[in-house]
């Protein structure tokens, strides 16, 4: 055991460790000004002490109900609509035999996810324009009544839900198609002997081989039930559909930073950051109970 | 017989359904590109006629000489190429640092600093306590902000680790006995040999950093720093941007065959065409690399 040669590997990981504490650990001791009135002027360790009087202003805020309701509805809706989207997926793509096509379906379908959250709402509203939108001029040509979708709160979930779905299919199919990739052919031959066609099959062997791989994402999923896709959220927000649209991380955004109000903004996202690592560490319990996989 | 009947209609009816929702999938994610792309070189009347959809009418390029007579678009083009690449190099470097060191399964307190980096995952201090730490260190509308914070990706670095680890213990050994110190072995031997998974995490970080607006959005102020991203936002989604009205304003009415939407549809297409450009090439990389994520990982 070489410890006194191991310096070099140290010298590699001083800036590797001081990135980490630095950017990680520290905001983590800087998390106490949600117990603060934090002041500029005293700074972090100097701001008096309040206890827990940033929590309840949030709990009591006429805000606090809509903000969960509308995170809770849309992290729901996205796990119920988006996380079986790559799996049907995969499942899909396997059956197609036709190798090009399978190949040029992989290719195109891979292309959202470079493009940037930007784009993506930026192409979205030029659709959903009311003046112009391709949306509407194809409604017309079915003799529908344009819609204004951006105009009000009612097309709101529906418009960040597909979006989100649009964004991530493919990049989330990726693992289970590698997975299905990795069973056992011999498996399928021995069902085909046994009289299984390819419904069976599938229904058999590969969603059987799926459900470790499913497992664990859908722990991990869970884990970020608050957290995904908020930016594209904050872009698709506007005034007219806030009612819907205000979410935990968006409401902190715009509490803690751009109102300034830094004790504030720090109490919801600990609340926020909290209720993530809880959801993660109880997803795993749940996984081990069930028996076969687990996180950790 | 009628059980084999059935279950071959089944199997058809699967592989119909398969080819129908693949076909509808395509064509879901290709139309908005086609669309815009479309209008980004239509003309004027047909686009205020409505009658673009799926190819050009009118063809003409004044919606993209238009970008470039924007005050800001081609400035924040450069300003993202200097923060992307930076960015990487930097990010890159520390996560082949960090992942090369901890693939040393001897190395003392390894399990302690990998537990440390594997944490962050799960837990932060959140927006507000990091925005307050980077305004603290000075960095505030400064494009070290956009670099320095929030470098490593903790799930890079272990794929990256996880990688390393598979290199056979005599490889370094025989170097070791050559007389060769770590930084000789990583850099002469290690990342040689490694090119795929380092161009391929040098890939997400790539990706990651020219599309992100947000970290742009919190730190920086001045639009002349601004990347393609913010830009694009105040010109595509907040509809705040004052130069495009200034430039409809002057343009000659008559003689310039652009709008807003065509000069927006221009522009969309700018941003994507970079990372569309090297797609092709690197989609093998990149699907090869969350492959190994997601199975090791």
């Known amino acids: ?296 | 017989m009628g059980r084999i009947r059935k279950m071959a209609k089944d199997d058809l009816l699967l592989q119909i359904f398969a080819y129908m929702l693949l076909i509808a999938m395509i064509i879901v994610f290709l139309f908005p590109i086609i669309n815009v792309i479309s209008l980004s070189f239509s003309g004027r009347q047909y686009v205020e006629r409505r009658d673009v959809l799926l190819w050009p009418l009118g063809f003409n390029l004044d919606s993209y000489r238009m970008i470039f007579e924007h005050q800001y678009v081609i400035g924040s083009f450069f300003n993202s190429v200097i923060y992307t690449f930076v960015g990487t190099l930097y990010s890159l470097t520390l996560t082949v640092f960090g992942a090369y060191a901890l693939a040393h399964k001897r190395l003392r307190f390894r399990s302690l600093i990998t537990l440390l980096i594997a944490f962050t995952m799960l837990f932060s201090g959140g927006l507000i306590p990091t925005f307050l730490l980077v305004r603290d260190l000075g960095f505030l509308d400064k494009m070290w902000a956009l670099i320095i914070p929030l470098a490593i990706s903790p799930w890079n670095l272990i794929v990256m680790r996880t990688v390393f680890q598979q290199n056979p213990d005599s490889l370094e050994e025989s170097a070791k006995i050559d007389g060769a110190g770590y930084f000789r072995i990583l850099f002469r031997i290690i990342i040689p040999i490694s090119l795929p998974v380092i161009a391929t995490i040098g890939l997400f970080y790539t990706v990651d950093k020219w599309n992100d607006f947000f970290n742009a959005l919190v730190y920086l102020s001045t639009k002349s720093k601004f990347p393609l991203q913010l830009i694009a936002r105040e010109i595509l989604v907040t509809f705040s941007d004052q130069s495009l009205n200034r430039i409809v304003n002057a343009a000659d009415a008559d003689r310039m065959n652009f709008t807003p939407m065509t000069f927006r549809a221009a522009l969309i297409v700018i941003s994507i065409t970079p990372l569309m450009l090297v797609y092709p090439f690197l989609q093998k990389y990149f699907v090869k690399g969350v492959m190994i994520g997601a199975i090791k990982g």
């Open chain 1, 1 to 296: 055991m070489d410890l006194s040669n191991d310096k070099g590997l140290y010298l590699m990981l001083i800036p590797v460790i001081l990135n980490f504490i630095i950017f990680h650990y520290i905001p983590m001791y800087g998390l106490q000004i949600a117990f603060k009135r934090y002041n500029i002027v005293l700074g972090i360790d100097e701001s008096p002490w309040i206890g827990l009087t940033n929590f309840m202003n949030f709990f009591k805020s006429y805000n606090f109900v809509m903000v969960v309701r509308n995170t809770l509805t849309i992290s729901l809706l996205l796990i119920i609509f988006g996380f079986p989207m790559p799996i049907i997926f995969a499942l899909l793509l396997n059956e197609i035999k036709h190798k090009l096509f399978k190949r040029f379906t992989q290719t195109v379908s891979y292309v959202p996810h470079f493009i940037s959250s930007v784009i993506v709402v930026g192409m979205l509203l030029q659709l959903l324009s009311p003046s112009g939108g391709a949306l509407n001029i194809i409604r017309s040509l079915f003799g529908l009544p344009e819609v204004y979708y951006m105009g009000s709160s009612e097309y709101f979930r529906t418009i960040y839900v597909i979006m989100s779905i649009w964004r991530s299919t493919v990049f989330g199919a990726i693992i289970y198609i590698a997975t299905i990739t990795s069973i056992d052919p011999e498996m399928y031959e021995s069902a085909v002997i046994d009289g299984a066609n390819r419904v069976k099959s599938m229904i058999h062997i590969t969603l059987p081989n799926l459900l470790p791989t499913i497992t664990i994402l859908f722990i991990l999923r869970l884990g970020n039930i608050l957290n995904i896709g908020w930016q594209e959220l904050l872009l698709l927000q506007n005034p007219l559909n806030r009612q819907v649209s205000e979410v935990i991380q968006t409401f902190v955004y715009r509490r803690g930073l751009i109102d300034a109000d830094f004790g504030f903004g720090a109490a919801v996202g600990m609340v926020n950051s909290l209720v993530g690592l809880l959801m993660v560490i109880g997803a795993n319990e749940v996984a081990k109970r069930v028996g076969e996989t687990r996180l950790f």
